[in-house]
């Protein structure tokens, strides 16, 4: 009876971990146009929802990460990007700033990102996400994001690549809940809308 026992106890275990994941990464869609799906996760902790924008591009893994690695290029099709800047470039790790624009009566915001380029076997490439507000001084006039946390996950799929772009971010400062959540459909839906125009040239 040991062994049954010891089975229906790790069997147990495998449904709870399987519900707590779907439970993570419960997402709802809020907008899917253009080819571009957006969805919205409530992150634990956080009055902030995470988002997931998710489309296909008819261009290459190579081409979309030029597109990414030119910094200060980049920052034209970012939604509401105003300016950034490469830190630091160290093997497959770099160090970003960028300003943002915010619609009146919101502060400016700025953030620092290390970002971490994974090559998959597949011919995937995976850029991890994660704010390091501390790396450099805070700038006057601007509130520094206090964590972002979320990838770039390009895959080919025959002559196109699937691009995923998720992202759960802590704005600092007060944001009013009807910005904060016009921001997360907005921000995946319009860059992602930005790159592909470029991507597919």
């Not at 997402?27 to 992150?43: C, M, P, R, T």
């Not at 995470?50 to 296909?56: E, F, I, K, R, S």
């Not at 470039?89 to 700033?97: A, C, F, I, L, P």
Request: glycine residues 8%; proline residues 4%; neutral net charge.
């Amino acid at each position: 009876m040991g062994s049954l026992h010891r089975i229906a106890v790790l069997c147990g275990l495998t449904v709870l971990l399987a519900t707590s994941a779907a439970r993570a990464d419960d997402w709802k869609v809020a907008k899917n146009e253009d080819g571009i799906k957006v969805s919205l996760s409530e992150v634990a902790g956080s009055d902030y929802k995470a988002y997931q924008g998710v489309t296909l591009m008819k261009t290459t893994v190579a081409k979309l990460r030029a597109l990414q690695e030119d910094v200060a290029g980049a920052c034209t099709w970012i939604h509401e990007c105003k300016a950034q800047k490469l830190l630091k470039h160290e093997g497959d790790q770099s160090w970003t700033y960028t300003q943002f624009n915010t619609p009146w009566p919101v502060t400016a915001r700025d953030s620092v990102l290390h970002v971490t380029t994974i090559e998959g076997a597949d011919g995937s490439l995976t850029r991890k996400l994660e704010g390091v507000p501390k790396y450099i001084p805070e700038e006057k006039g601007f509130v520094r994001v206090t964590k972002v946390d979320g990838f770039w996950k390009f895959v080919p799929k025959g002559d196109q690549v699937e691009v995923t772009y998720q992202v759960h971010t802590e704005p600092g400062g007060s944001v009013p809940s009807m910005i904060a959540n016009k921001f997360v459909v907005d921000a995946p839906f319009n860059t992602l809308k930005a790159l592909k125009e470029r991507a597919e040239k």
